[in-house]
Nanobody, 114 residues
Framework: QVQLVESGGGLVQPGGSLRLSCAAS????????MDWFRQTPGKQRELVAL???????QYRDSVKGRFTISRDNAKNSVYLQMDSLKPEDTAVYYC????????WGQGTQVTVTS
């Protein structure tokens, strides 16, 4: 059974940075387009960024120029570098394949507040 584990979240002031990590056991992530999602209470989970097998990236408009998704196939991991964080980035962040085929991990909480 594939297990996704997200980490790296925390409490940060506006303008700060965090680097999220997504590790997987039970599967090789390098064969999948991988996504980062986020969710706030009462709202649907939304796509933040994705990275294809070839390394092509896409971002939702609100994070373009601030977030960078990357992958390290040797470490079977995917990352999300988040810079210039804003309060509206506060959410629980999750990773999964583009087709959301794995069970969701516990996510990692990102809180941006002064």
């Amino acid at each position: 059974q594939v297990q996704l584990v997200e980490s790296g979240g925390g409490l940060v002031q506006p303008g700060g940075s965090l680097r999220l990590s997504c590790a997987a056991s039970g599967s090789i992530l390098s064969i999948y387009t991988m996504d980062w999602f986020r969710q706030t209470p009462g709202k649907q989970r939304e796509l933040v960024a994705l990275i294809t097998v070839s390394g092509t990236t896409q971002y939702r408009d609100s994070v373009k120029g601030r977030f960078t998704i990357s992958r390290d196939n040797a470490k079977n991991s995917v990352y999300l570098q988040m810079d210039s964080l804003k309060p509206e980035d506060t959410a629980v962040y999750y990773c999964n394949t583009n087709s959301m085929q794995f069970n969701w991990g516990q996510g990692t909480q990102v809180t941006v507040t002064s």
